[in-house]
């Protein structure tokens, strides 16, 4: 394909075209983010191949519903610390096109729950997370999918039990509940091969008579051997549990070690550990693609991906932005000054029709704007706006949706015809870049002095699907100082919320 070259003026209109919308590189969570940050790179040794359960969210920084979703994947995030992985990947960055690709990644955001395969070594098993995109509903989610290596316990087989590998250490939750927590299912998955767990109803009698159990629930660890057990007497939460229960064996090294609880021992240890597993790491092909696929060459690099026949990364463009009052239009496309503009007249209550041309529009947008090709603005412009009628009488627009390119600066526009897919929109989108084709004078009577509104210019983007916004998350909230502190960051108001029903037993 051949690529005019823009005289200056466009791209003026178009550098300020690109800065509006949001940028492509920064990611949408922060350092002292709970969700942890996961790449190609990364990928396996903190996702595919950990022990835990995670949720990981495929997006795109610019996607407005995982802008949407962030303050509930964040809240999710904290609820299961210690519990199950949050983790995000931004399929914008270059180097995890493949990765997304490989995931089967189709729009943003994507989440999808993984968990290693109930072999040791096997393919992890993922699924696709298609649920509320609340922190409540993650979470609940998250939690269900937590794999049980605790072993349930009943007067029959506790003599079996104890005396299986007796070697091994083994932790006992006598309890007076049926189900088995998170918090204990997480633990288990810590010490996988290290304790062996098991949980004992208080109505198994002879057990709990045996261990002189009293009040649930208690945990006793058997250190193995002949070594005496020990009774917890801590509080039934994640950190101090770990320490009680590390008395007996070390805990495996997490390579993602949760932010707030404190354990730099174990968080430095890991490391080292990230360390020596590094050969294994990356994917032999992602680390390919990275050095292949670079961002510098605009005309190769496209999004979304082509190269081989992995799902691509479509339907994933940003709407183009609304513009909602007359004089907004006057002062973007149609005062004296105003550089090229591409217009969609549609009602506002989007047809078929309309969305195919809003569509075809975003796609072309997002194409020339992530290989960092200047191309003039597009909006969208809602006829069944009574202030919007002059324009259309003007240009003499009948139809019920309406390409249009302006230029009042020059004092033309130009009129589409065809069928609003994406391939005839875009070839008329580059006749206008070349500045090809017919083009007819701009009436007088359209153009307007710019005047500044008070409330913004351009509408917001129109959103078509429906994403559900956390409102009132209900979450019991724990006064417990040390949890709501997060390591090494501020104190956030939404820290006091936090600690979910499932980090307990
Ligand atoms: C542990 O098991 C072995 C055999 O499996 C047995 O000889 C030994 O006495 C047991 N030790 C204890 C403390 O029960
Ligand atoms: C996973 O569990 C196994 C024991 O089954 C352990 O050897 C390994 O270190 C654990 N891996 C991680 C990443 O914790």
Redesign the pocket.
Known sequence: MHYFNLNPTVAVAAVAFLSALPTAQAGLYTKSSPVLQVDAKNYDRLIA???HTSVVEFYAPWCGHCQNLKPAYEKAAKNLDGLAKVAAVNCDEDENKQLCGMMGVKGFPTLKIVRPGKK?GSKPVVDDYNGERTAKAIVNAVVDKINNHVKRVTDKDIDTFLSTNNETAKALLFTDKGTTSALLRSLAIDF??VISFAQIRDKESKATELFGIESYPTLVLLPGGDKDGLVYQGEMKKPAMLKFLSQVGEP????APSKSNGDKKSEKKSEKKGKKDKKDKAPKDSSETTSTTTSESSEATEVPPTADSKPKVTEVAPPIPAITSSQALINECLHPKAHICVLAFVPAAHGETAEKALTSLSEIAFKHAHADRHLFPFFEVHTDNEAIAPVLKGLELTGEIELVAVNAKRGWWRHYEGDFGSVSVESWIDTIRMNEGPRNKLPEAVIGEVIQESDTPTGKPVETVEVKLEENVKIEVDTEPETTSWQGAEPTPEATDAPPKHEEL
């Not at 495996?252 to 390579?255: A, K, Q």
Request: glycine share 0%; charged share 40%; proline share 20%.
């Open positions: 191949k950990s022990n040791k996988l091969d495996n090294p997490d390579p």
